[in-house]
């Protein structure tokens, strides 16, 4: 007689319990997607909730060359002004908490001497403007006094130096600029200097750092001076990753995948490189980093002025050319990439490098009349974030961008030098 085998009692209240898991599953309301307008209602919050901090913008340069002086006609445009991409006003729309004051020093400085002074000269006005301005700036020096300065309502203005010019040759300089504020140094700009070589200049003076160059990126990391990769040459950028003991900063790159003949961007090999040291690379908003197609019409632009001018015995300066440009000018209108386009650049280093590895250094009143649509100046981070969150970004995937990766390597560049000093 054949033997019946029955399953155990449990079995069919396990298969039970599994089928009314799937229907309480199955029947639960699924939540809704946001319309756009929430999501641009979102942005708008967690641009204001967030610490939003920005690598790299060019306010002191753009009032010393408008001949900035600190007198009562001229203290308000910090705060307000109808030209540049940057004032107290605007931040606040945008949700702008910290922009790093860029002490940019142009490289005949490094030819006419002059570039210790020029940088404090930058640095004093900065400080001047804060001074100015306490209900509104503050200095900042660590991540810890620029969330106390955000929880206060202020703007903070943390400091870094664009060249490393004006340490000269003398290392004690490191020191020196770091006990006035700076807080990173680009360790070069358009042409090599006495640190190392550039990407612009084709030179290569150094093929790579200087003897002097190594020891600066040893005592940055001694003081706790964080170290800036934007603007140096290929082989600079790997020596400073092999010595660097501490994580690094690109303050004001974006992705040469996008732009293959613009070696100023970063290499994917380069900011993988970089995330393997620990650091972050900050995307800059300069259409001509953004977009090649859009560099190549434009360049084709210029091309035809130019001929335009020639074949009437003009140069660009001569005042017979200026309503010829301006007409031309409306006739052909420069093209511009798009907030969109930056996304582009973020979700790049996140698929190759990971979300803790990027940030925003926009270069506002550094690259001209070439920034995105979308964000024109410093109102536009919450377009920015709203394409984000429209691509899947998680909230805390927008923090991590706005402040957090940074304040990450600023906190671990400190943490070294405490170590070295033991």
């Known amino acids: 007689m054949q033997k019946i085998t029955r399953k155990p009692t449990n079995y069919w209240a396990y298969l039970t319990f599994l089928w009314l898991c799937f229907l309480l599953l199955a029947c639960s309301p699924k939540e809704k997607p946001k319309t756009d307008e929430e999501l641009r209602k979102r942005a708008d919050e967690l641009a204001h909730k967030f610490i939003l901090t920005d690598g790299h913008v060019d306010l002191p340069y753009r009032l010393i060359t408008k001949g900035f002086r600190f007198e009562k006609q001229f203290l308000g445009i910090p705060i307000s002004s109808k030209e540049g991409d940057f004032d107290y006003e605007r931040a606040k729309i945008g949700g702008l908490d910290a922009p790093f004051m860029s002490i940019y020093i142009p490289s005949y400085y490094q030819k006419t001497g002059g570039a210790k002074s020029y940088a404090d000269t930058l640095i004093n006005m900065v400080r001047a403007i804060a001074e100015a301005n306490p209900d509104k700036f503050a200095l900042a020096g660590t991540p810890a006094e ?15 130096m664009e060249n490393g010019a004006p340490i000269e040759n003398d290392l004690a300089n490191v020191k020196y ?24 200049d084709t030179t290569r003076t150094w093929n790579g750092l200087s003897p002097f160059g190594r020891e600066v990126v040893a005592e940055m990391n001694n003081v706790g001076m964080m170290i800036d990769i934007s603007h140096v040459s290929d082989s600079t950028f790997y020596q400073v990753m092999r010595l660097s003991k501490a994580p690094c ?12 003949d613009f070696i100023r961007n970063m290499s994917d090999d380069m900011i993988k490189v970089l995330a393997k040291n620990g650091g972050v690379i900050q995307i800059n908003f300069g259409s001509d980093f953004l977009d090649a197609e859009i560099n190549k019409q434009n ?17 660009p300066q001569d005042s017979a050319a200026k309503p010829i440009i301006e007409q031309f000018a409306k006739d052909n209108p420069a093209l511009f990439s798009t907030v969109e386009k930056v996304a582009d650049h973020i979700d790049h280093v996140v698929k190759i490098a990971g979300i803790d590895h990027v940030g925003l250094g926009s270069d506002f009143d550094g690259v001209g009349d070439t920034l995105p649509t979308g964000l024109k100046d410093v109102t536009g981070y919450p377009n920015l974030i709203y394409v984000l969150l429209k691509r899947g970004y998680s909230e805390e995937d927008i923090a991590k961008i706005c402040y957090k990766n940074v304040f990450r390597v600023w906190n671990k560049v400190m943490e070294v030098a405490q170590q070295q000093a033991r």
């Open 177 to 200: 600029f770091y006990d006035r504020g700076i807080r990173y140094i680009t360790l070069t700009h358009a042409l090599d200097n006495q640190i190392c070589d550039s990407s612009y």
């Open 249 to 260: 900063i690109a303050s004001h790159s974006s992705c040469r995948a996008f732009t293959p």
């Open 299 to 315: 360049k084709a632009l210029d091309a035809k002025l130019a001929n335009l001018l020639k074949e009437k015995g003009l140069s």
């Open 146 to 160: 620029v969330e106390a300065n955000f929880n206060k309502g202020l703007i903070s203005l943390p400091m870094g």
